[in-house]
């Protein structure tokens, strides 16, 4: 059966037969279980460093310093470069591992590679759990950051690939909701283990997180490899057989032949990362991949979570208020990601980033306002609970324009935007970017507070503000279009065209204009 045709902004793009199977479904809800295990070690990193039995016991002279300072102003926290650096030692283990990802996702596949980078979190999470030193504790957590690195480079990949372009936006944003839920998870699991008599309940938050991971790795022995992934080790037989299962018709000739035919032109390079950063014919592709992580992180979205607690606090929750400003704005992050889930494929990639960039840049501005005229350069002075309640609602606006646009959007466009010559390594880089500045920007963030103090939101605001431009400029509307004729959106494009070089000669060109030709009579 011929896949039918769809026009979108005045090109022809080909829709494969086939719907969300139930397979489909479970496989991607396994792999995203990958964004839970990434989100839990987010939420889990800030817990710890506040729970008294565990820096008592790990880092007793840190603590004994913290105890010590008297805080001057809302700004300056206590801040420490080597308790900021063991909690960045996890992404930083993600960040030398992610390289690794690639070479292996696309050797053993995408399903193994999940599989074992969950094993290796399983095994970090048990370790850290039981830790009796800081040797102990932190092999556990090199282990827990290999198991991110490689499953969220994995993990995004799979899921783009199992689906059907109809619906690859609602089934990637699975990855981001789960990173939220993970976030949540931790921020409960945080204060119930802080309940715990004795002091050991850090023991239950460190070792939870291989619950998740195990759903990953046992998962992962239930679920098919992705006929791309293969289709790209030679087993045709399976990749076929495979395909039909997942895509519930009888017949997927049209979009086997297009996977065949992108995995022979992905074997004619020999050195995806040569021809990555040096062939010339990946510009755009190279652009994103290094821009769309470096720019997430540089939202503003730490600087608004970290400073929940305290203005929480001010509008009355006096008792257990970084939980309730955890849980608060966790639930918002939650429920505007499912925005996100039901948007992607009906308004579109670019309407996301842009009405969520522009919310953002807006709660940001007020949010730094109001504080700003409360505290001051020096930091000292009271909120009333008027401005407090006025900026707890612009900080969850902020929230929720991050969880539907740069959130989700963020795996989304890496994960779909790359042909299959150097998607593996492409995916790698975007991985490694995003784990490096999340370990960076953790590193600077308390001293850029205590340095810029209200003006810090000013600073992400201009952020968001340029990287709003350059989505309205740079970035191609990518929804409904197949993975595997990606290429020609940059054709398409006003700027990227000049720097995309015309394969016309090659096979797969040929056949797509006979295809249009056809089309089109």
Known sequence: MAGAVIVHHHTRYKTYPGEVTGIVFFSCLIASFAGCIFGYDIGLTSGLTSSEPYMVKFFPSIYEEM??????????????????LFCSSLFLSATVCAFFAGPMTRSFGRKWTLFSAASAY?????IGGVSVNFPMLLTGRILVGAGVGISIQAAPLYISEMAPAQQRGMLNILFQLMITIG?????????LGSKVPGGWGWRIAVAFGAIPAAVIALGAL???????????RGDTATARKTLLQIRGVGDVREEFDDLSTASEDAKAVECPWRELFFGGKYKPQLTFALLIPFFQQLTGINVIMFYAPVLFKTVGFKQNATLVSSVITGLV???STFVSTVTADKVGRRALFLQGGTQMIISQILVGTFIGLQFGMSGTGDISEQYAMCIVLFVCVYVAGFAWSWGPMGWLIPSEIYPLAVRNAAMSITVAVNMFFTAFIGQIFLTLLCHLRFGLFYFFGAWVLLMTLFIAMLLPETKNVPIEEMAHVWKKHWFWRKFVIDTSNDARSAEMRKRIALEMS
């Open 333 to 335: 992050n939650v429920f």
């Open 67 to 84: 105890k010590k300072q008297v805080v001057v102003n809302q700004y300056c926290k206590f801040d420490s470069q080597m308790l900021t």
């Open 222 to 232: 239930a679920i098919p490899d992705t006929p791309t992934s293969l289709i790209e």
């Open 183 to 191: 976030i949540l998870t931790a921020n409960m699991t945080n204060y």
């Open 122 to 126: 399983v095994a970090g999470a048990c």
